[in-house]
């Protein structure tokens, strides 16, 4: 038996105006997704009430680590994604490249991705800024040290040592877009400190020739780093002998890697996986059926396209990711997997993400459980079909009910 787990990130919504009143799910024509809901469908909560809804926490969730207890801030999943351990004392965090603009006096956030900047850009101007002289004392007050990436996404390390009780309170930037930074700059622990790194690399990079050369180009400048989501060393148990199976997780984000690190799983990367909408489907397709051809138990995808749509507030873009993981992962993978004997797909959103809001919501999202020994008759995999099926009120548990036998 094979077990493959989809996430389509974000891509559940509330009833959209400009869709009729209903959700991008129930509005589009999904076919394979429909195959995927004949055996089981129903809804999940994956977010536990009173937790923070997010990827990190849900994902969590999902792979069955109950984010209540196992939950120690978003950050620390992203290092481990990209290979960097803690040390006791330290305190990681997720430094966005972020793009804002000063209106009037105050400098407005218009993209938490800075316009979703990658490549040489990315890491240019991250490099150039870590050695710029004017950003350097700032950042050695700090004790900060940033691993950069070559995306709008890096981790920061505060060396501290960090008291054990220090309480860090900062803000996603993706749940405040089109406001005012000056209204989220972080409070709590090392707050003036962190403040000072946002507000210095404004000054550096607002100018920046990378920047100037993205204006004029007509895209969103990247000028200003945003540190969040605060998080100590983390410990997971095991997935192999948590679930009896091994497996790998194909995913374009380090957090995602990070959860699969410390849950002792593989985690591949994919050529061309960007996490954006011309991310490579194909690609992640492949990475995953070739690791069910080497051994492997289980395999869960990850899809980040949907979600970036929706904090864009493109809702043409978030469709069209939607329909591009129907068809061009949900379909590849039906007409592949029974060369390799009977198989068992869970396929879910992690949370909602709202594009009424730009923002995450942790309200129950739709599941299907596709069982290819007792397919079912075809319906569809979306909130208000959902909504009359199973009801699984922990979200920890739903990685057991894909594991059935």
């Known amino acids: 038996m094979k077990y493959v787990l989809i996430i389509g990130d974000g891509m559940s919504d509330d009833p959209v105006p400009e869709l009729g009143g209903k959700t991008p799910l129930e509005y589009l024509e999904l076919p394979y997704m429909g195959i995927l809901s004949g055996s089981e ?98 950042a050695e007050k700090a004790k900060l040290t940033v691993h950069v990436s070559r995306t ?36 709590g622990a090392m707050a003036e400190e962190i403040t000072e790194l946002m507000k210095v690399s404004y000054e550096v990079l607002k100018d920046h020739p990378v920047n100037r050369e993205r204006i004029a180009r007509g895209q969103l400048p990247a000028n200003m780093i945003w540190p969040w ?15 009896g199976v091994q497996g790998s997780v194909i995913s374009a984000v380090p957090l995602v890697w990070g959860i699969a690190e410390l849950a002792k799983l593989k985690h591949p990367h994919v050529e061309g996986a960007t996490g954006d909408l011309d991310t490579n489907y194909q690609g992640k397709v492949d990475a995953a059926i070739a690791a069910l051809k080497a051994g492997d138990d289980f395999v869960g995808v990850h899809v980040e396209a949907p979600d970036e749509m929706t904090h864009a507030g493109d809702l043409e873009k978030k469709l069209e990711a939607i329909r591009r993981l129907d068809k061009l ?36 999202v739709p599941f299907a459980i596709y069982d290819s020994r007792r397919p079912g008759q075809p319906s569809r995999l979306d909130e208000s079909t959902a909504a009359k099926g199973v009801w699984v009120p922990e979200g920890r548990d739903i990685m057991a009910r894909l594991l059935e036998k």
């Open 229 to 243: 989501g605060a998080g100590r060393a983390m410990l997971l148990d095991d997935f192999t002998q948590k679930y």
């Open 329 to 364: 992962v949900v379909k590849p993978l039906l007409e592949q997997l029974p060369e390799l004997g009977d198989f068992r797909i869970l396929m879910l959103s992690d949370h909602k993400t709202l594009m009424s809001t730009r923002t995450h919501d942790g309200k129950p």
């Open 41 to 138: 469908a129903g809804s999940c909560q994956t977010v536990p009430e009173g937790v923070p809804a997010g990827s990190d926490t849900a994902i969590l969730n999902i792979f069955g680590y109950d984010p209540r207890w196992s939950y120690t801030g978003r950050s620390v999943l992203e290092a481990a994604g990209v290979g960097v351990t803690l040390k006791p004392g330290e305190v990681s965090m997720r430094v966005n490249l972020c793009a804002v603009e000063e209106i009037g006096g105050k400098l407005i956030i218009h993209s938490h991705n800075g316009g979703n900047i990658e490549g040489d850009e990315a890491e240019t101007l991250m490099n150039d800024l870590l050695a710029d002289p004017s950003f350097i004392p700032a």
């Open 152 to 187: 709008f996404r890096h981790i920061g390390v505060f060396g501290g040592p960090v008291p054990e009780d220090a309480v860090f309170h900062t803000t996603e930037p993706h749940n405040v877009l089109e406001q005012d930074v000056g209204l989220y700059y972080p409070t």
